[in-house]
């Protein structure tokens, strides 16, 4: 070939090895004619390295091309960045020495073949020029040892039933004279193909090979001009490494085809009949590696965990602790697709604590679509229900109940002021209970001062509703008066409608009992006595709950209301709510302006 492009200017470094590299490398090329410049001056060299700059002899010569100074650069492949810099690409990668017949090579799988340090590309030269010089390109694509490179195809198998293979993966294993494969797949179904079988397979605590060794395997086959697949179960994009793989061999000048394969985690909901998302039950799906103690644990709907047969317990704990519930149905499935498979259902809570030992390789589904498998889509859509008070049994009929309790009931002891009026109650004309927890600790407190019922024999009592009576009833007490408006405001009203005459009331209250009853018998001309017998507080190391599946917020006491936005920052928009009382509607609206 004649050289058309004229006189070439080529930069390289100056010292004597560089130079004589130099020389081999572009007596390989006759048609080219060019001048060399020496990077004499290391200045920029030695500020590059100086400087931190990942490129340092690479970006010193680099420099010469983007700025028009020289048209070529040669340099040890080894010191090759990779990516290679935008508007920079690479024109061949030559053999200093003599070529070899890389065709000629049997030892691509021998372990003396595969050093530990050493870079594959030790020993060879790049040339280097602007991504738009073609004629260079052809006048150097001979001497290029890349075209006697062979070709890596990963391919995923699937997570094991050979039916699973695509049709681009059969053609490339029919094509492959080499075949590098791991024991996550059925053996006898590979033997019908001819290529030479080499098995780098990894098993937890078991590895045949470092993954650095299995990619230095995948680069020395190529390099000796095979045809080469890497056969991975499930798929090799997914936690099969297949992403440093494909990066090692791109680095290292191999062409690389990837053919996916059926993921593990996405056959597993064919083969069991789940689906991993449902409408209305779960609208995202997460896949996570589980082998590691460091395994973080997404906010979504359904979780799909590889590799977590020995790590479950330390899974479930994770997963309660970012929120799941510890009811969370859980199937773990062993062998999906193979005849052998099998399926355990379990909960986080139970996984958490348990130890029984699953066989392996499993995959861990987390979420509410299991429970699909033994029930109907309204079964598992019942709604869901917050409730933020002390008792749930009022709502564990209607739907799911995650119960947070939001407020903390103890005793005030000791208490005088209540032993005073426990001691005088003919100074009473009536006793007001206005939630089943006066009725509980007065009755309580009664006992203790060596009262009982009979106490009472002379007193009304009213009730400030149904809960509170049930409560009553437990004592043998019927309460005199309930309001069908079970509220402060209720009770009011009934006194009028009735025109019950003012008297003295004695009404047992919490710490943070409200104003509205009080002032308003008070303006009826009623005599009240409160004595705080009961604190509600605060409870103490309370934590957000992921509320995303919460469709409806029950709050039976203002001071829930109050506790929820202490915890919460704010009450949701998205959510329904339920009141006990119209003072709880009112600080509910007051905090939500």
């Not at 001048?35 to 010569?61: F, M, R, V, Y």
């Not at 810099?85 to 065709?103: E, H, M, Y």
């Not at 005599?527 to 957000?544: A, C, Q």
Request: net charge negative.
């Amino acid at each position: 070939m004649s050289n058309l492009v004229g006189k070439i200017k080529v930069i390289c470094e100056s010292n004597p090895s560089a130079l004589k590299k130099a020389a081999e490398c572009f007596a390989q090329i006759p048609d080219l004619d060019y001048d060399l410049i020496q990077l004499e001056d290391k200045s920029e060299h030695l500020q590059a390295i100086q400087s931190g700059d990942p490129l340092t002899l690479a970006g010193s010569l680099f420099q010469f091309l983007t700025d028009g100074r020289a048209e070529i650069a040669i340099l040890p492949a080894s010191d090759l960045p990779f990516p290679m810099p935008q508007g920079l690409n690479v024109l061949a990668i030559l053999d200093s020495d003599i070529p070899k017949d890389f065709s000629l090579n049997p030892e691509y799988i021998n372990l003396e073949q595969l050093p530990e340090e050493t870079d594959p590309l030790e020993g060879y030269m790049a040339l280097v020029a602007m991504e738009d010089k073609p004629e260079l390109y052809r006048l150097c694509e001979t001497t290029d040892i890349r075209h006697n490179f062979g070709k890596v195809t990963l391919v995923g198998f699937g997570p094991g039933n050979p039916d699973l293979l695509t049709l681009g993966g059969d053609k490339a294993l029919t094509k492959a004279d080499i075949i590098f494969h791991d024991d996550l797949l059925d053996q006898e179904f590979c033997d019908k193909y001819a290529g030479e079988k080499f098995y780098v397979g990894k098993r937890k605590d078991c590895h045949s090979f470092r993954q650095d060794r299995i990619n230095r395997l995948l680069f020395n086959a190529a390099k000796a001009g095979k045809c080469v697949v890497r056969l991975k179960g499930g798929d090799p994009m997914v936690f099969a490494h297949g992403g440093e793989e494909l990066e090692y061999l791109h680095r290292n000048f191999v062409q690389v085809d990837v053919i996916p394969g059926v993921s593990a985690g996405i056959a597993v909901a064919a083969y069991t009949q789940i689906p991993l998302t449902h409408r209305g039950i779960s609208s995202s799906v997460a896949f996570v590696s589980g082998h590691s103690d460091s395994v973080q644990i997404p906010q979504t709907d359904t979780l799909v965990c590889f590799m977590g047969g020995y790590n479950m317990q330390m899974i479930a704990r994770k997963a309660i602790a970012s929120g799941k519930r510890g009811d969370t149905p859980v199937m773990l499935v062993h062998n999906i697709s193979l005849p052998d498979q099998k399926e355990f259902f379990s909960t986080l809570e139970e996984l958490s604590v348990g130890h029984e030992k699953y066989p392996t390789p499993i995959i861990i589904v987390i979420g509410k679509v299991v429970a699909l498998r033994n029930n109907s889509e309204l079964e598992v859509l019942k709604p869901v229900f917050l409730v933020t008070g002390t008792s749930t049994e009022k709502y564990n009929k209607l739907g799911t109940v995650i119960h947070q309790p939001l407020i903390e009931i103890n005793r005030i002891e000791p208490n005088p002021e209540l032993e005073q009026h426990l001691h005088h109650l003919e100074h009473f004309d009536w006793i007001f209970f206005t939630s089943r927890y006066t009725v509980q600790f007065f009755f309580e407190f009664l006992n203790y001062y060596g009262k009982d019922c009979r106490s009472l024999a002379h007193l009304k009592i009213a009730s400030m509703g149904k809960l509170t009576t049930q409560a009553l009833k437990k004592y043998g007490i019927l309460p005199d008066l309930e309001p069908a408006d079970e509220s402060s405001d209720g009770l009011i009203k009934e006194i009028e409608t009735r025109e019950i005459p003012a008297g003295h009331v004695l009404i047992p209250r919490s710490n943070l009992g409200l104003e509205v009853l009080p002032e308003n018998l008070g303006r009826l001309g009623w005599k009240v006595t409160r004595p705080s017998f009961y604190e509600n507080k605060f409870p103490d190391n309370l934590k957000k709950l992921d509320l995303t599946n919460v469709q409806t917020i029950v709050f039976p006491a203002p001071s829930c209301v109050t506790n929820f936005v202490r915890l919460y920052g704010e009450l949701p928009d998205d959510k329904k709510f339920i009141f006990r009382g119209k003072e709880t509607e009112k600080r509910f609206l007051d905090l939500k302006q």
